[in-house]
């Protein structure tokens, strides 16, 4: 093993074992940043890659993530885009551990409208790294979506939509929680018509599910796909003018993915859909190369 | 006392002991339908109103809200509209004391597009009751914001917003809570704006209160108020439909009936507020008169 990558998010600890640019072991836990005080993401790291360490050396690791925030590990300060995803930076977090030395990646901000990312600029790096010379717009869906317009190697503009964690709210802890369960792609399909079409409806589009299902007894599995089309719908109608005449690269888990991917082929969108588990891993690489590098040249 | 006026909702249970039309005492507790299996209600009433209950008579109680729901105390099945906002339909309630028996007022629903009340049809009756021949669209604002079109003496349509429930999920449960405490008129002003300008940008929006939070210091008190003017100027849009070129009157509670009153009297529409809790003693009383009346007709 070279070195640890790690991805910390506010709700997940995820550790790969490197030699070069190759992951040869996973770990992961659910000990996300908004788990944790500043104490404790030393011990929290030991206890999931403990078994990883040795006491003959000390192993860099390079992160990105929440980790990074203000209420993180160590704050590692927003770079302000127009810049290129990485660019050096780096924070050291503190050594609580001899045998191991973590390196976090600083995220990025935009003053106008304001907006802010910790990880995906990673994902992104990592992506061009994987795709040399790409220009276009990079989606990454989640609790948090981002949406990046990506030219010459750097991170033009970008804009965040709670997507994700609207989904979670609605379909766990509001009215809507009783009837919601499982999956139909038809009623993510006709959510997502709706959505796109009149996004300015969704709060009345939000209730009408809840009516449909006690008076027409919608089925709760067309419930749930229709609340997360109405959302994903809402979205893209906003993100518009990130997609308009661009190719878009979706970057994100796997049904997550390819669900924003069918959408916007229906939009007649060029469109690819990637694994965010290799641009996450593409770019830290990315981030150990240029350190490793700064490093050299200074001594 | 003649009567017991009850308001029983989701979160709370309202009664008030009455003389003829005017209430002489009232109680309230947050024992709310949500918090009750059916056994419960029958206890749940008399812990709270059982000490204005003697052995001497039976008392009637005239009821609206959730407690006429499929999970509440007795379903009472809901009207269709268009029609009167009350109409008979009157369900007796298992009389679980020989002292006190409720009556349930039933809810409207509307097929296309699918929608539901419990609780505010009783409050249009009354704001009728009070303003006889009065036309016009009624906006009733809360958790579950709703418009109805109101002519001559019946709901024609109506339209429910998740508006109120959103608010609480995104101010208490997201990750906007960091930053959110208070009030700021202007933050309200800001939102409502915002909200009725672009009510298809209200995900991205949303986001954006959290990054001004991080990089600009946004007040606490704006953020919380700005969130409140995105949603409810998205509902204002979205509901245009239902105001333009009309006249409105807002039932509900103080604070907010005042804010959307504000809005839409910012939006040139003739606009009147009215006190929730009247409203809904005048229907209930509207409830009553009618039902003894068909009660002497079949005797």
Same mark, same amino acid.
């Given at each position: 093993?070279?070195?640890?990558?790690?991805?910390?998010?506010?709700?997940?600890?995820?550790? &790969?074992?490197?030699?070069?640019?190759?992951?040869?072991?996973?770990?992961?836990?659910?000990?996300?940043?908004?788990?944790?005080?500043?104490?404790?993401?030393?011990?929290?790291?030991?206890?999931?890659?403990?078994?990883?360490?040795?006491?003959?050396?000390?192993?860099?690791?390079?992160?990105?993530?929440?980790?990074?925030?203000?209420?993180?590990?160590?704050?590692?300060?927003?770079?302000?885009?127009?810049?290129?995803?990485?660019?050096?930076?780096?924070?050291?977090?503190?050594?609580?551990?001899?045998?191991?030395?973590?390196?976090?990646?600083?995220?990025?901000?935009?003053?106008?409208?304001?907006?802010?990312?910790?990880?995906?600029?990673?994902?992104?790096? #990592?992506?061009?790294?994987?795709?040399? #010379?790409?220009?276009?717009?990079?989606?990454? +869906?989640?609790?948090?979506?981002?949406?990046?317009?990506?030219?010459?190697?750097?991170?033009?503009?970008?804009?965040?939509?709670?997507?994700?964690?609207?989904?979670?709210?609605?379909?766990?802890?509001?009215?809507?929680?009783?009837?919601?369960?499982? &999956?139909?792609?038809? #009623?993510?399909?006709?959510?997502?018509?709706?959505?796109?079409?009149?996004?300015?409806? $969704?709060?009345?589009?939000?209730?009408?599910?809840?009516?449909?299902?006690?008076?027409?007894?919608?089925?709760?599995?067309?419930?749930?796909?229709?609340?997360?089309?109405?959302?994903?719908?809402?979205?893209?109608?906003?993100?518009?003018?990130? &997609?308009?005449?661009?190719?878009?690269?979706?970057?994100?888990?796997?049904?997550?993915?390819? $669900?924003?991917?069918?959408?916007?082929?229906?939009?007649?969108? +060029?469109?690819?859909?990637?694994?965010?588990?290799?641009?996450?891993?593409?770019?830290?690489?990315?981030?150990?190369?240029?350190?490793?590098?700064?490093?050299?040249?200074?001594?």
């Amino acid at each position: 093993m070279d070195w640890i990558a790690l991805d910390w998010g506010g709700s997940h600890l995820r550790a &790969w074992a490197m030699v070069g640019d190759k992951p040869v072991a996973h770990l992961a836990d659910d000990c996300g940043t908004g788990t944790l005080s500043r104490g404790e993401f030393g011990p929290a790291l030991l206890a999931l890659v403990g078994e990883w360490l040795d006491d003959t050396r000390c192993i860099p690791a390079y992160a990105c993530g929440m980790l990074g925030s203000r209420q993180g590990w160590v704050e590692a300060p927003y770079r302000a885009v127009p810049c290129a995803p990485l660019g050096g930076g780096l924070v050291a977090a503190p050594q609580t551990d001899p045998r191991i030395q973590v390196h976090v990646v600083p995220g990025l901000k935009q003053a106008r409208p304001a907006d802010v990312m910790r990880g995906e600029e990673t994902q992104i790096a #990592g992506f061009l790294a994987l795709n040399p #010379g790409w220009d276009g717009v990079i989606c990454l +869906p989640g609790t948090h979506s981002k949406w990046a317009h990506v030219s010459a190697g750097e991170v033009v503009s970008f804009q965040t939509f709670l997507t994700g964690e609207s989904f979670a709210l609605l379909s766990d802890r509001s009215v809507l929680r009783h009837g919601m369960a499982g &999956w139909d792609e038809a #009623g993510f399909d006709a959510g997502l018509a709706q959505g796109l079409d009149r996004p300015d409806r $969704l709060l009345s589009r939000l209730f009408t599910l809840r009516a449909e299902g006690l008076l027409d007894g919608l089925d709760p599995a067309t419930a749930r796909a229709r609340l997360s089309g109405l959302l994903i719908g809402a979205e893209l109608a906003a993100a518009k003018p990130y &997609w308009l005449g661009q190719r878009v690269a979706v970057l994100g888990a796997g049904d997550l993915a390819a $669900l924003y991917a069918r959408a916007l082929d229906g939009l007649s969108v +060029p469109v690819s859909a990637h694994t965010a588990e290799a641009a996450t891993l593409a770019g830290l690489a990315a981030a150990r190369a240029a350190h490793v590098k700064d490093a050299q040249c200074a001594t």
